[in-house]
């Protein structure tokens, strides 16, 4: 069927009644919201399922445009990296999250990590140390609060730049997670070679607990791995309890999923964290 457009937006309602933007019209709103700081902050909790408690949080970005209404950022954080606005949004997520975080240690909250996303080219880009330790400061907020969750993919491309900034982030007493595990080409050497604290065992294997005979060899062989490396391990989108029984039964507990909650507001991750204590 053809599809009406609806003006200057370049968006367009399909026959399915779904909307559709174009690629560029969503650019250049991403280059306005990027400007104008158009962005929240939702916080999901990671839990660890022997004493039910949050050991921590992970910061995820929303968009929700006046028009478009929500952006996912599955969507809008890959054309930010294409369009050089990645860095500039991923500082102002830095800022937000410490900024937070420093509220709620203000308010009372016990100290618990917060995660914060770290894509390919904020970590190239030579001012990452400085910002880092400048949102820190800002906030007024220890290194040892903040968690840095990096993809393998851009470990490869760079590894000698990635090793050099992982190390002087680690010097600074700043955690580092290693996100998306086994979705990307990395090479299990590099393990070794960076200063990893925690790896997050990727959703798509998790998924398929119960199910699928290979993804469950593959979790369980990435919770012996990370036990004798001496890495922490996390699970990420767990939500049935057949997938965490499995999980804990093999030595990962250590959960980030809908079982425990979706990303929430701040006040609800306040009240979150209120009722289930803290690691
Ligand atoms: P991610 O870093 O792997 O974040 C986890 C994603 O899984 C989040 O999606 C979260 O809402 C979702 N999730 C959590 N638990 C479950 C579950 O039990 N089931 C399912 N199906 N999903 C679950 P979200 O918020 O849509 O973010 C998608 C991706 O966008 C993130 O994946 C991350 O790669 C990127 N992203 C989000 N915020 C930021 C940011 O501030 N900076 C950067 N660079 N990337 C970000
Ligand atoms: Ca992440
Ligand atoms: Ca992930
Ligand atoms: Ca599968």
Known sequence: AKEQGSGRYGVYHTAQGSVRVERFALGNELRRATDRGDFSLQYQPKVDALSGRVCGMEALV????PEFGAVSPGRFIPLAEEMGLIVPLGRW???EACRQMAQWQQ???IPI??????AGPQIAHERLLQEVDEALAQAG???SLLDLEITENFVIRQPELTV??????RERGISLSMDDFGTGYSSL???KRLPINTLKIDQSFVRDIGQDRDDEAIVKAIIVMCRSLGIGVLAEGVETSEQLDFLLRHGCHHIQGYYYSRPLDPPA???FVDQHGMA
């Open 62 to 65: 929303r968009w929700q445009h």
């Open 189 to 191: 050497s590099y393990l």
């Open 107 to 109: 308010a009372g909250m």
């Open 164 to 169: 050099s900034k992982l190390t002087q982030l």
């Open 269 to 271: 991750l306040w009240d």
């Open 93 to 95: 997520v830095l800022n």
């Open 113 to 118: 990590r917060m995660g914060v996303n770290l």
């Open 141 to 143: 907020l220890p290194a």
